[in-house]
């Protein structure tokens, strides 16, 4: 099952925030495709789009629906990830400085930081 290739982003009006709270493919987003919008009662993390657009009349892309399914799965593994990469030390120094960048780059943007 694939997903939708990243990066990935939260959106972001100018002020450093924006309440849309939709996920798109691309770095600085809208771009490729709108992943998925948290904005639902808590019961619902997110939603997964298979098509975005300002109404029915007009859709502005989509999104495979293989890719769909495997982005529903990667947005619920997302807390399991975040507690395995914070569980991993490097006391010892032995993780290569790269790899452990990515590392802490991953829960920073997980942290909204």
């Known amino acids: 099952m694939k997903h939708t290739g990243g990066p990935w982003s939260v959106c972001r009006a100018s002020s450093g ?9 691309g770095q600085d987003g809208p771009a490729e495709a709108n992943i998925a919008t948290a904005t639902f009662p808590r019961s619902v993390v997110a939603c997964v789009h ?6 029915p009349d007009m859709v502005y892309g ?5 890719q769909t399914l495997g982005n529903a799965y990667l947005i619920s593994a997302a807390p399991d990830l975040l507690e395995a990469l ?5 006391d010892d120094g032995s993780i290569p400085e790269p790899i452990w960048k ?3 780059d991953a829960i920073a943007k997980a942290l909204g930081q």
């Open 102 to 104: 990515m590392r802490n």
């Open 86 to 90: 914070k569980s991993i030390e490097n």
């Open 62 to 66: 989509t999104v495979d629906p293989d």
């Open 50 to 55: 298979q098509e975005w657009g300002d109404g």
């Open 17 to 25: 925030q924006c309440e849309c709270r939709m996920v798109w493919a």
